[in-house]
């Protein structure tokens, strides 16, 4: 029977799951899967990009550690595709590879005054609060008040975290440095700013809530944002998610407030125009447009101009995706060209032997549930395809390690997965909590790759 030696770059759900679909489908070849992930640890965004205080949606981590310890699959992280592993070496060891490497920085916002200091992107921040090895230990929290533009999960988990008092985060996974800091941010107002009605938002009731149940921070709306046109009272009765977010607002709106210490502002129907700055070049207010609506689900400018003194902001607009070494990459949507995950040249020909899935497939949208459906289609695709695979000079399995050890290159595997997860839940367990995320990336790998005493 054929083996398919099939490479997957990019150990996020998308990858993890376009593997596990792969083992289980239906198929007249066997399999052999290797996963690479330039993190020393797995799971992508649900690790790095779900905010600490969300352990419902972390929870999909079990799931993921399920497929993962199945021992079908092969891990090898702390693995840069493009550095350590090239497109030239996939091509020598395997038939195919699926990308699978998400979208991780911060779409652009173009607004005048958005480069000054004291403006930030809401992906970068996350990958801060949540212990990503790559970014900074420390973050400038000097701001009372704050702008955060989206009306999006990742602008609520971006506020949230900047409203909620530091020891409510304790009972999370949240790193020393990330307690530190916002322990000392002096933060007493946080600004979400909307362009469309309540209406129309893209966060889910979940969220949503969760913002109303923050200990000693008022939630503030505002009555001018709940006059709502056909098109809103429409899309209230007919959808059961914008229904319970409309009656949790208008909760919110017969709440008390003036008791506690710090606020969280929701801004409706406002357009940001500009982010200004001091003579510094820091950022000292924003600028936005008063915006109604437009009869037809959208909305359109007033005319009336409002400013906000701030000291900083975090735009929270979307992700957008990197190019990837040697494949070909679309920079206005920022994802691999292809064609249900058949990656595309410019001639927009189907490149043999090259798929994507995930984010970086079709862009920073859908949950879970999209996740499994883009990698089905694009595996479909892979299965149809083995005339065309790659024909490897070397498929061994035991020739990937071997190259890595060639090279020098500190990856780790799934048992370092394993003794970093126990020695994570360790730190927490002494804390009372369930684990404390190591952050550096060589305390990361050293634990990992540490041999057992003799």
Do not use: C
């Not at 979400?192 to 921070?217: C, H, I, S, W, Y």
Request: no cysteine; hydrophobic share 40%.
């Amino acid at each position: 029977m054929t083996k398919l030696r099939l490479a997957i770059v990019g150990a996020g759900p998308a990858g993890i799951y376009a593997a596990d679909l792969l083992v289980k489908a239906e198929r007249h070849f066997d399999v052999s899967i290797d996963l690479f992930e330039q993190l020393p640890a797995p799971y992508g965004l649900v690790r790095y990009g779900v905010a600490p205080d969300h352990p419902r949606i972390k929870g999909i981590i079990t799931a993921l550690r399920e497929v993962l310890d199945s021992g079908v699959i092969r891990f090898f992280g702390n693995v840069r595709y493009g550095v350590d592993i090239t497109l030239d070496d996939l091509k020598k060891h395997y038939n195919a590879v699926i990308f699978s490497t998400g979208a991780i920085h911060d779409a652009a916002l173009k607004v005048p005054g958005i480069e000054l200091e004291g403006s930030y992107g809401a992906a970068d921040f996350v990958s801060w609060f949540d212990g990503h090895p790559d970014v900074p230990r420390t973050w400038p929290l000097d701001a009372q008040s704050v702008a955060v533009i989206g009306n999006g999960n990742v602008a609520l988990d971006v506020s949230r975290i900047l409203a909620k008092h530091a020891d409510d985060l304790l009972v999370t996974e949240i790193p020393a440095n990330v307690y530190e800091g916002l322990k000392a941010s002096p933060v007493t107002d946080v600004h979400v700013f909307g362009r469309r009605g309540p209406a129309q938002v893209k966060f889910t009731p979940l969220e949503l809530r969760e913002l109303g149940e923050m200990n000693d921070v008022d939630m503030i709306v505002h009555d001018e944002d709940f006059e709502l046109d056909e098109a809103s009272k429409a899309a209230i009765e007919s959808n059961k998610q914008v229904f319970v977010i409309n009656k949790v607002l208008n909760q919110w709106r017969e709440r008390p407030v003036g008791q506690a210490s710090r606020r969280l502002h929701l801004h409706f129907y406002a357009k940001p125009l500009e982010i200004v700055g001091d003579e510094a070049g820091h950022v000292s207010a924003i600028r936005w447009e008063r915006t109604k609506p437009d009869a037809a689900g959208g909305v359109v400018g007033t005319g009336e101009i409002r400013e906000l003194p701030i000291q900083a902001v975090y735009r929270a607009v979307g992700y957008f995706g990197s190019p990837v070494d040697g494949i070909p990459f679309d920079e206005h949507h920022g994802v691999i060209p292809n064609h249900e995950g058949q990656v595309l040249d410019d001639s927009n020909s189907v490149i043999p032997g090259v798929y994507a899935t995930g984010w970086i497939k079709r862009g920073p949208v859908g949950l879970i549930g999209h996740t499994k459906s883009d990698a089905m289609e694009t595996l479909e695709h892979l299965k149809r395809d083995q005339a065309n695979w790659w024909s490897p000079e070397d498929p061994a399995e035991e020739s990937i390690p071997a190259l890595l050890e060639e090279r020098g290159v500190l990856y780790t595997d799934l048992d370092g997965w394993h003794k970093l997860d126990e020695h994570e839940l360790a730190l927490g367990a002494a804390e009372g909590r369930l684990r404390v995320k190591v952050v550096p990336r060589d305390e990361m790998i050293e634990i990992s790759r540490a041999q057992p005493e003799a």
